[in-house]
């Protein structure tokens, strides 16, 4: 599986946007997808993951304002980003996975990232 993650740009807070991650490969649908991010000085942490049954997790920090959603005829996977803050900031990760779980080393592979940053 090849994931190309786009979608990023400076926002303010409070402010919306929305990541997608495309893939390639005949076996998107067995795969769940998992969005991580990683802030300057900062280990690389879970953000949200969709299974391949569509069932979604998200970490606590951004519970009610982010949203994950996969489209398996398209391949792709959005996170629609709403009320962003500054701690928002990172650069987001898309990978993929037949395990899944919150871990990255459950993650084989791998999208390029795509810088957040949020403004105060």
């Known amino acids: 599986v090849q994931l190309q993650a786009s979608g990023g740009g400076l926002v303010q807070a409070g402010g919306s946007l929305r990541l997608s991650c495309a893939a390639s490969?005949?076996?998107?649908?067995?795969?769940?997808i998992a969005w991580f991010r990683q802030a300057p000085g900062k280990e690389r942490e879970f953000v949200s993951r969709?299974?391949?049954?569509?069932?979604?997790y998200y970490r606590d920090s951004v519970k009610g304002r982010f949203a994950i959603s996969r489209n398996n005829l398209r391949k792709t996977v959005d996170l629609q980003m709403n009320s962003l803050k500054p701690e928002d900031t990172a650069v987001y990760y898309c990978?993929?996975?037949?395990?899944?779980?919150?871990?990255?080393?459950?993650?084989?592979?791998w999208g390029q990232g795509t810088q957040v940053t949020v403004s105060s």
């Open positions: 990978a993929a996975s037949v395990a899944g779980g919150n871990m990255t080393g459950n993650y084989p592979y």
């Open positions: 490969g005949r076996t998107f649908s067995s795969h769940a």
């Open positions: 969709i299974t391949r049954m569509q069932n979604t």
